[in-house]
């Protein structure tokens, strides 16, 4: 017989489905003869995973530089014991309450274990002068050499007073950047650093000697600006005379840079000094006979009090903070004849705002980014239902020649999935860019960081949206009838 | 036993509460490597008789038998399979796709049955020869004359070695002189034993093929049997002798 060779399998089951190379390689095919088309719609996609991206990154760097700045200030373990207001049922004692005294620091050091180091501080509002300028310093606090670590100071130049300086209530004062900047000037006005150790420094008319400097504090990122520009300025890359330029720590616009700012604009002296140049009563003879003996703190009672503007406690551990503040209560408690009049403050409410601020950061930025995609899936979702539309007849002369609703259903979704992964692609490229500009006026001097998990996320949202939109079309498009598709105009 | 075989298959549309009979109880044959055509006015009911034979479509009531597979209610899926291993459409519009050229287009069955990307070439360039059009193969189908892309549409429908081939008007957009030539070309196609349906409206195309079914009003009218007398028939006594 002449006929063709009989087909080997005479069932009608399908052989495998068309291959998924094939199906992409359609996807392109379409996407291409309509570049401009493609790109627009393309374009919902980049925006809302360069956005997602950006946004991540931007609460990442202000998260980043948020804990700097916890940390600058002396971390989570740091609890500061200031005075207040007796509560209302005690008011009637309020002549008998005795505020934070010297005694409460021995008292703490002999009754609360969990508190490992305690530093008083007696607040001076102050002016200072000096080389025929005035500057008002943050901070002008009378301390013991504790306070060095408790604050996180490092001392650059000079040294710190010592135990003898306070007990012989020297008039030595160890200063900040901010106050040395201001007087004598800042390195990259003058174009060298001055050290102003050896000068005599004015606080409040009554001169001091300037013993010692701290570094200079600042973000870490401020920092590699400043060596970048050093470096920069070494090798000539730019034409900058100046010298090395410096974030001098509070032109800063955030929360971050006034930390450090405060931070600079310190002036510490021995506390015996604040207590007998700027206090009046009590006797000195007697305070640092407290300060002495150790079992002296029992005579509370006895020994005439110098009022501390506030303690500053370092605990074991955070993990040991609530029994920690317990036992300091209950001692403090004993110390002030049960009077309520102190309180604690401790970093713990600033990071927990701080997280409660980068949730909802997230949350809003994540939001704005989600809604962009989402549009960017409806365009996805227009454009394909437009281009279905277009092509009934390519559809039915598919499924005439063998196509099955299978195969047509996954086309339609591979070409709206090519245009999301090609439009999440992009995204991911241009999100850096975004990044940049997003950082050349972001609210905050933290630079963004651009994690890896966020450009995965982001990506994989991309996808999604570009499967979801297409599910419809697709569905549209494989329901096609074939001999109304063959017959569409 | 036949190729194909129709028993008392029925197809009712509805129309505004109206009933269609499109299809009214009609039973046929076809034996392999016959040449027929199905002649009728438009309305008739050969354009659903084409569609039903060419699973593209299912019929109301009544059993169909295609090459050796019994089906009443097959599953699209299954259908999709039948097209695309053991049917080659013809179509008066040529119905390429206006983005491929010419090999592409007509590599596209293939494409549905998973042979692969150079399998797939090499058939469809023998097709492309078979119809004449070698040296056209990366044309796209708006570059050709209406003669050229009927031949492609011949070459896509041969590709995956059918059973049998439906050609519905394929003349119909065509000038008389190419028309003639595109129905040689279907009677070569015969003469090399493959079994084909020629659908139209026009008795004198019909008049080609040795063996013609009149439909009228869903029902076949007259089944002209000239088998013998088909003038272009090389070998009739083979047919009759596979039946």
């Known amino acids: ?489 | 036993m036949a190729l194909v075989e129709l028993r008392n298959v029925s197809k009712i549309y509805h129309l505004g509460g109206e009933e269609i009979r499109a299809l009214d109880d009609v039973s046929l044959e076809i034996n392999a490597g016959e040449f027929i055509s199905i002649i009728g006015p438009s309305g008739s009911g050969k354009s659903t008789l084409m569609h039903i034979l060419g699973c593209l479509d299912t019929p109301t009531s009544g059993t169909i038998q295609l090459d050796g597979i019994m089906f009443q209610d097959a599953s699209q899926r299954q259908l999709a399979g039948l097209r695309n291993r053991k049917i080659g459409f013809v179509f008066q519009f040529f119905n390429l796709l206006p983005k491929l050229n010419v090999v592409q287009n007509v590599e596209l069955p293939m494409i549905y049955s998973g042979v692969s990307a150079k399998e797939r070439r090499r058939r469809a360039l023998g097709a492309l020869d078979a119809v004449g059009l070698a040296d056209r193969t990366k044309h796209r189908p708006s570059q050709l004359s209406g003669g050229q892309q009927q031949r492609v549409a011949i070459a896509r429908a041969l590709v995956n070695d059918p059973r049998i081939i439906f050609a519905d008007e394929p003349t119909g957009n065509l000038d008389s002189h190419t028309g003639e030539a595109i129905l040689s070309l279907f009677r070569r196609l015969s003469q090399e034993g493959r079994t084909i349906v020629l659908v139209t409206h026009d008795p004198e195309i019909a008049a080609v093929t040795p063996r013609r079914i009149e439909i009228r009003d869903g029902k076949i009218a007259e089944k002209v049997d000239t088998t013998l007398a088909g003038l272009d028939r090389i070998r009739p006594a083979e047919t009759t002798a596979a039946e």
């Not at chain 1, 003869?33 to 950006?54: E, N, P, W, Y």
């Not at chain 1, 982001?458 to 297409?470: K, P, R, W």
């Open chain 1, 1 to 489: 017989m002449n006929a063709p060779p009989a087909n080997p399998s005479p069932e009608a089951a399908r052989g495998p489905s068309f291959s998924l190379e094939t199906t992409v390689g359609v996807g392109f095919r379409e996407i291409w003869a309509h570049k401009f088309r493609s790109l627009l719609t393309m374009l919902g996609i980049i925006l809302g995973v360069s956005s997602l991206i950006a946004m991540s990154a931007l609460v990442k760097g202000m998260e980043k530089g948020a804990k700097e700045a916890l940390i600058a200030v002396g971390g989570l373990e740091k609890v500061r014991v200031e005075s207040q207001d007796l509560p209302v049922e005690q008011r009637y004692l309020a002549d008998q309450a005795v505020g934070i005294t010297i005694n409460d620091v021995y008292a703490l050091q002999g009754g609360a274990p969990l508190v490992t180091r305690i530093s008083p501080e007696m607040r001076i509002p102050a002016t200072v002068s000096a080389n025929g300028k005035r500057f008002r310093p943050f901070i002008c606090n009378g301390v013991w050499p504790v306070a060095l670590e408790m604050s996180e100071h490092v001392i650059a130049h000079g040294r710190m007073f010592n135990e003898i300086d306070d007990e012989m209530a020297r008039s030595v004062c160890v200063i900040g950047t901010a106050t040395r900047d201001e007087l004598w000037g800042s390195p990259e006005e003058v174009g060298k650093e001055i050290v102003p150790v050896g000068q005599t420094l004015y606080i409040n008319g009554v001169p001091f000697t300037i013993i010692g400097m701290f570094q200079h504090y600042e973000s870490e990122q401020a920092r590699k600006e400043r060596e970048l520009a050093q470096l920069q300025a070494q090798q000539g890359l730019t034409n900058k005379v100046t010298g090395p330029v410096r974030n001098r720590g509070w032109g800063g616009k955030g929360h971050g840079g006034f930390v450090f700012w405060l931070k600079n604009a310190t002036i510490f002296m021995p506390l015996n000094t604040a207590y007998m140049k700027f206090r009046t009563g009590g006797t000195p003879s007697a305070y640092s006979r407290g300060a002495a003996g150790t079992t002296s703190s029992t005579t509370g009672g006895t020994v005439p009090d110098a009022r501390l503007s506030n303690l500053e406690l370092k605990v074991a551990s955070v993990d040991l903070l609530t029994e920690a503040l317990t036992q300091a209560r209950n001692v403090l408690m004993s110390t002030h004849k049960g009077i309520e009049d102190f309180t604690f403050r401790t970093q713990e409410d600033w990071a927990d705002n701080i997280k409660l601020f980068i949730h909802n950061a997230r949350l809003s930025g994540g939001l704005i980014a989600g809604i962009s995609l989402l549009v960017g899936g409806i365009g996805i979702m227009n454009i394909m239902l437009a281009s279905i539309s277009e092509r009934v007849r390519e559809i039915g002369i598919r499924k005439s020649v063998g196509a099955t609703t299978n195969d047509i259903f996954i086309q339609i979704l591979v070409e709206s999935l090519v245009i999301a992964v090609l439009g999440g692609l992009t995204g991911l490229v241009t999100s850096f860019g975004l990044v940049q500009l997003i950082g050349s006026f972001s609210p905050t001097d933290n630079a963004p960081i651009v994690t890896v998990g966020a450009m995965a996320l982001a990506f994989a949202f991309s996808v999604i949206v570009g499967i979801l939109a297409g599910l419809f079309p697709a569905f549209k498009a494989a329901r096609l009838n074939p001999i109304q598709a063959l017959r569409y105009e």
